[in-house]
């Protein structure tokens, strides 16, 4: 997947969040992402997210082959926890973790109604 060049530069970012340190997403997803991971950090829930777990943002890639871009392909999505939340398994997301995500206006993959996909969060936007 090659997406253009002007697109990347304008609107893909590397920026600092709490408890994963540098990550790569669309610029208009980061504050989002950073104020969840903030209070997952004020609220002492920082050990939900593993950083050392986590599979991206940023990934030029369609969902299957041959099939629509994902939002990774965006910078508009998120995986976190992944090897423990594989998709298609059984979620072992703390709910903790998927309501504030919610709050901060992404949508769980876990509760997609076809193929789960427990580490995927997607940004909603506002």
């Given at each position: ?8 530069r304008?609107?893909i970012?590397?920026?600092?969040v709490?408890v994963?340190?540098?990550?790569t997403?669309h ?6 992402l ?21 599979a991206?943002c940023y990934?030029?890639r ?5 099939g ?12 976190l926890?992944a ?5 298609g ?5 703390d ?7 919610e ?9 997609f109604?076809?193929t ?11």
């Open positions: 997947v090659r997406l253009d060049p002007a697109f990347l304008r609107q970012v590397s920026r600092q709490p994963l340190g540098t990550v997403c610029r208009r997803m980061v504050p989002a950073r104020a969840a991971l903030r209070e997952l950090d004020r609220r002492g829930l920082g050990r939900l997210v593993d950083p050392g777990d986590y991206g990934a030029p369609r969902i299957r082959p041959g629509s871009l994902s939002l990774h392909a965006w910078g508009l999505a998120v995986d926890n090897s423990a939340n594989p998709f398994g059984r979620s072992r997301q709910r903790r973790l998927v309501r504030v995500m709050r901060h206006d992404f949508t769980w993959g876990g509760d109604p076809t789960p996909d427990p580490m995927h969060f997607e940004f909603r936007g506002r």
